[in-house]
């Protein structure tokens, strides 16, 4: 999700009174104390509430990360943290509600006046822009540039990667060629999206969508400008829209944004903009992250997916009070490409011989970890059931003999060998893979662990050749849902109209027509209830297909940096902070 340009504070004196602020405010006398004495903070005081809530403005907000976002290309990227740092530099014509908990999945307007009219069939999106919206060299930001932003989904030759639900929507045929091969001369040709003047768009569905608002809010709709894109490296300094500036970025290194004084606040309704400046500062060693955030030389991890085992008994028992403990929405688990493994059989095998509660353990416990998970539709969505257990994972113990039947069936009695593809930058994926690797050798299952750059995700496991030519019989990741709704979380995973040469996250390349045509029909649905039941239809077939074995319900323990105001835990971004909001007590 988020890069960063960050500086390390050079000051001696700035240190040890950032260091001075953890050390007083969560010691306070009281070490792991919870009930909020000592300052304003509490455990999971900023989950589901504002903690620290402010208007002051100034200040550098500093992130730090171990993880490189996919891309920083509004279009392209597809990690969460980056969806949540965009919102920095990237509008959409609507955008989530800068609310704490459930009330942020609201939709309200942000570049448009208001959520958009509909008409009755479902099938056209009137929207008009707001007066004032000026990208950063103060040109306004026009409707012919949220069609080109769009436009550029299409284009997966030249940027691949992110989420193609409005390609899907706009264009099922695959008519549109993207804006890089439009023979039109305004590289406009979209017919689905038609703009009779700067201030209006309107989107003709050739099929209706009862989640098309949702895509719209997503990173994916922000406008661009054409004269302004280039392409492949749009990336490494996106045009803004929104109310900071792309200044210095070094990748796998830093990041640095300043104020657009272009963005005018009165056009804006859902960030704040406090900081002067927001940096990230990028390391590939997470203990240390965790260590230079308990010590106050950074507010927070960019990609909040929690502090690491070596710290965590640390930051629980000295310094409660600086971190939260959300639900995430996120399933973690773990995927069975079927090209390199086709047997239905010996997936059975992977997944009956796994050990859950080993699993879970690995990925720190049901309070850092998340509760078992059995299935792949996580409780939020309409049509999950966390009871449904086809495989018997719930009793966190492996079944040796169901393993041992199914490696009978698909022909390897004695087991077989396969590798294990992890990100190298997650300690507690990699202790996953571990506990995976240790289960299955009890029935024969040779597992080798490849530990790959997690910032080279879309090229790696996200290309269907190369998980193919390395053999990679188990993937290792994770999922939240891109909106929620069952589209919204199973359908990039599942769907084989998804499956995309690189940028791919569909790994299992389920391709079941079966589970493609129930997408069709809870797609058109609109009642939420009946579409869950359809929702709850297409989780069961995955399941049966044995290309998925899911660990936990994911919660993190995430840090909070004593220097930050408006703290709060948003449900719409997966349950870190918003970003959007965050200011800091200089």
Known sequence: MLK???????????LAAATMVVTTACGGGKGGDDTGKGGDLAFNGGVNKVLNASDKKGGELKFIGSQEADSWDPQRGYYGFMWDFSRYYARQLVTFKAEPGAASTELVSDLATDTGTVSEDGLTYTFTLKDGVAWEDGKPITSKDVKYGIERIWAQDVIS????????????????????????????????????????????????????????????ASPVRADKDTGAKYGLKPFSSGPYKWQEYTPNKSILLVRNDKWDAKTDTVRKALPDKVSVTFTTNADDMDNRLIEGEYDLD???????????????QQYKGNVDNPQTGFIRYAVFPQTVTPNIECRKAMIYAADTKSLQTARGGPQAGGDIASNMLPPAIKGADPKDDPYGKL????????????????GKPDGFKTTIAVRNNKPVEIATAE???????????????????????????????????KGYGIIIMGWGADFPTGQGFLQPLVDGRFILQSGNNNFSELNDPAINGLFDQALKETDPNKAGELYKQINTKVSEAAVYLPFTHEKNI???GSRLTNVYTADAYNGRYDYASLGVVK
Request: aromatic share 4%; hydrophobic share 40%.
């Open 4 to 14: 960063s340009s960050q500086r390390r504070i050079a000051a001696g004196a700035l």
């Open 161 to 220: 990667g992110g989420p193609i639900y409005l390609q899907q929507v706009l264009d099922p045929k695959g008519e549109y060629s993207g804006p890089y091969k439009d023979t039109s001369a305004d590289k406009l040709g979209l017919k689905a999206i038609e703009t009779p003047d700067d201030k209006t768009i309107v989107f003709k569905l050739p099929v209706a969508n009862g989640d098309f608002l949702q895509m719209l809010a997503m990173p994916s």
């Open 302 to 316: 960019i990609n909040a997916t929690g502090v690491g085992s070596a710290a965590r008994q640390k930051v629980l």
């Open 395 to 410: 009793s966190g113990a492996p079944d040796l003999a169901k393993a041992k039947d199914a490696l009978k069936k698909c």
């Open 435 to 469: 506990s995976m690797q240790q289960a299955l050798k009890a029935v024969g299952i040779d597992a080798q662990i490849d530990q790959f750059d997690g910032a080279q995700t879309s090229g790696i496991i996200g290309s269907p050749k190369t998980v193919k030519e």
């Open 558 to 560: 995430i840090w909070r």
